[in-house]
């Protein structure tokens, strides 16, 4: 499945963080996080979704120190927090009781009811980490072809994955809308080599997780209610007709050959990519947008409030995405977003933003941050508690 030459290890010291996944061995993780082809059928997404809203959004934000705002929930799922999952266990939150225990949950759960009640109509957009099968990030389908063996000591590699033209040129905002027609969704686009006129990329192995259809895909218990959404299958939760501009569930890492960090672009936007390059200079960066920056600033969004899992990978990406101007302009021209970081409610697979001293990894983290302009605050001092 993943062409080209094997990179360094990618953390050293992440050895922790999959050594729970390595220790089952591969047909054990293979039987924890594949479901049978059944259970893994693309579930019909609710069409209200797809729609866009016909009110005025400027007219149903509330406002925050002159600042219209907006939550963004970053793959709270019962994936990253159960504790039979590799993903799920590393690490500890700010209260000591392990990453994804009852106490963080409960506290994301109140988070988005006091934000809901603080602004009825502020807009909330959940992310929800959303891979196929066989996914291109998977480690055991790199071991499965024998070419990328799983690193048990020194945790993830950097593969060099050579992108198909097909994958490289799919449009997500297609894939959304048709997805059993989408040809990436094949494993024939999954089996990539590194071949000239590919288009090369790096990309970290995990242990299978996430996978739609599945039942630890959804969101943990009581979020869907707390943000007035419906629950509507085993993996998503639907938006009330009427409330398109209040509630967003934002898919991402749906791509078979494309992985995807961000709320705001897949992993063909990384920064200092030959892909980004290539869909920068063509002005084609919609087609790698998984479409939260043009949601906010539909409903003209200017500050917007970020936490979930994990500060290291997709929060950060995604705030950071927010920020990028260059790539912004080709999708929602003219928005300008302050970026807040909720520390409470959110933790890091490898380093954490924590008030605790937990080393240089961790101060590096925050100096990310910081560098980007990301304010690093708590839900105590933004008056959402």
């Given at each position: ?141 790199a071991n499965r072809r024998g070419n990328h063996p799983y690193n048990e000591v020194g945790g993830p590699e950097r593969v060099v994955l050579g992108m198909t033209r097909d994958t490289f040129d799919s449009n997500n905002e297609d894939f ?11 494993d024939k686009a999954a089996n990539v080599q590194t071949e000239e006129g590919f288009v090369d990329m790096e990309q970290p192995l995990f242990p299978d997780h996430c996978i739609a259809g599945s039942p630890d895909v959804n969101f943990i218990d009581g979020l869907c209610d707390a943000a007035q959404g419906i629950r509507t299958g085993v993996d998503t939760c639907g938006v009330p007709e009427g ?143």
């Open positions: 499945m993943l062409g080209g030459v094997s990179k360094p290890v990618f953390f050293k010291t992440a050895a922790a963080v999959f050594l729970i996944g390595a220790t089952t061995g591969v047909e054990g993780r293979r039987k924890m996080f594949h479901p049978s082809a059944e259970e893994t059928q693309f579930s019909d997404e609710p069409e209200v979704l797809e729609q866009e809203s016909a009110t005025p959004a400027q007219a149903l934000l509330e406002s925050a120190d002159g600042e219209t705002v907006g939550l963004v929930l970053v793959d709270i799922q019962k994936c990253f927090t159960g504790a039979d999952h590799p993903t799920g266990l590393q690490l500890q939150t700010i209260g000591g009781e392990g990453k994804g225990g009852d106490k963080y949950k409960a506290a994301v759960v109140n988070l988005v009811r006091k934000f809901r009640k603080k602004y009825p109509n502020g807009p909330i957009a959940m992310g929800q980490d959303y891979h196929p099968a066989g996914h291109v990030s998977f480690v055991d389908e959304q809308k048709d997805r059993e027609q989408t040809p990436v969704m094949t409330d398109e501009n209040k509630l967003r569930v934002i898919r991402k890492g749906f791509n078979m050959g494309i992985d995807s960090f961000s709320m705001v672009f897949d992993n063909r936007m990384l920064k200092d990519s030959d892909a980004r390059k290539e869909l920068i200079a063509g002005e084609k960066a919609h087609i790698a947008s998984n479409g939260l920056a043009e949601w906010l600033h539909r409903q003209g969004v200017t500050k917007v409030f970020i936490t979930g899992i994990a500060d290291d990978f997709c929060v950060k990406s995604t705030a950071f995405d927010l920020l990028d101007t260059e790539a912004m302009a080709q999708i929602a021209d003219k928005a300008a977003f302050k970026v807040v970081h909720l520390k409470e409610t959110a933790y890091g697979i490898v380093r954490g933003l924590r008030d605790q001293d937990q080393g240089p990894l961790d101060n590096g983290l925050r100096k990310e941050y910081r560098d980007r302009e990301i304010e690093l605050s708590s839900v105590e001092k933004e008056k959402l508690d």
